[in-house]
């Protein structure tokens, strides 16, 4: 079960050279329901390739993970709808003992920055204080989900980005 919050953030605080991130190109195979290819590069170097099948649902959905070989994943790829959506995405730990897996996209959604929080049940995640970095909670707007975003064309990418700031 993935229990996650989702925002849009402020122009960023963090000094993210303190930070890890990875690397992240996916693509939707379906949207409905949702199976996602997604390839992950460490900043250290370290690639893995992942299909992810999501069940429908805003703060909570249930979600299975396969580790794919690459071969499979540049198939797979191939068989995606829409835009291919990329990202930096840091991993910063919160002083509550949370973290925030912070997204800078790149390409088409250039200039747009996302955080998600995990939670461990809904009790949490319903109770959680938005942190000052927080611009807007989007958890609910389902145009801030990856997978319709995927399938957005450029004019509504534009409108997307400039609601964000």
């Known amino acids: 079960m993935e229990i996650e ?19 992240i190109q996916q693509a939707y195979i379906s949207t409905s329901p949702v199976i996602r290819v997604r390839k992950r590069c460490s ?8 299909l992810t099948v999501k069940s429908k649902g805003m703060l909570s959905r249930q979600e299975f993970e396969l580790s794919l070989e690459p071969a499979d994943y540049e198939r797979l790829l191939t068989k995606a709808e829409g835009n291919i959506i990329t990202k930096r995405r840091y991993i910063i730990p919160l002083c509550d003992g949370l973290t925030l897996e912070l997204d800078y996209f790149q390409d ?7 955080g998600e929080i995990e939670f461990s ?15 807007k909670e989007v958890t609910f707007d389902k ?22 700031h």
């Open 121 to 135: 049940n809904e009790a949490e995640a319903k109770k959680y204080n938005l942190p000052d970095f927080v611009l």
């Open 143 to 164: 145009r801030y989900h990856n997978s319709n975003m995927s399938l957005m064309p450029k004019e509504d990418i534009l409108d997307l980005i400039s609601l964000s």
């Open 5 to 23: 919050r989702k925002f849009l953030i402020k122009k960023c605080s963090f000094e993210l050279s303190k930070y890890d991130y990875v690397e």
């Open 108 to 114: 088409l959604f250039q200039g747009l920055i996302m």
């Open 43 to 50: 900043s250290l170097g370290q690639e893995e390739y992942i």
